[in-house]
């Protein structure tokens, strides 16, 4: 069973950073999946944010972040991946909560994603 656990979330200021990671355990495959971010703000669906494969050689950004922020991965431990979000230029509308996810294909669909983190709070004033 593989388990995920982000942090990195907090209260910033419209233009300002983050830096969200999910540390992701419990199986060797790990290293081997997809993983991606999502986002849920108030009273909307969960959304696809980014997601990269296991070598991190390939990327996929949903339009709304493109260019503001980069996904990434270390697989430099077999059982232990860490996968980042590094968000840049932030806006109020990415106020949400993210959450990280594996999945054993690329996909913007959660559906094709089996295991999820708890989340955490990414909140943008403006």
């Known amino acids: 069973q593989v388990q995920l656990v982000e942090s990195g979330g907090g209260l910033v200021q419209a233009g300002g950073s983050l830096r969200l990671s999910c540390a992701a355990s419990?199986?060797?495959?790990?290293?081997?999946?997809?993983m991606g971010w999502f986002r849920q703000a108030p009273a909307k669906e969960r959304e696809f944010v980014a997601s990269?494969?296991?070598?991190?050689?390939?990327?996929?950004?949903?339009d709304s972040v493109k260019g503001r922020f980069t996904i990434s991965r270390d697989n430099a431990k077999n059982t232990v991946n860490t996968m980042y979000l590094q968000m840049n230029a932030l806006k109020p509308e990415d106020t949400a909560v993210y959450y990280c996810?594996?999945?054993?294909?690329?996909?913007?669909?959660?559906?094709?994603?089996?295991?999820w983190g708890q989340g955490t709070q990414v909140t943008v004033s403006s």
């Open positions: 990269i494969s296991g070598s991190g050689g390939s990327t996929n950004y949903a």
């Open positions: 996810a594996a999945s054993t294909w690329a996909s913007i669909s959660r559906a094709d994603f089996y295991s």
């Open positions: 419990g199986r060797s495959f790990i290293s081997s999946h997809y």
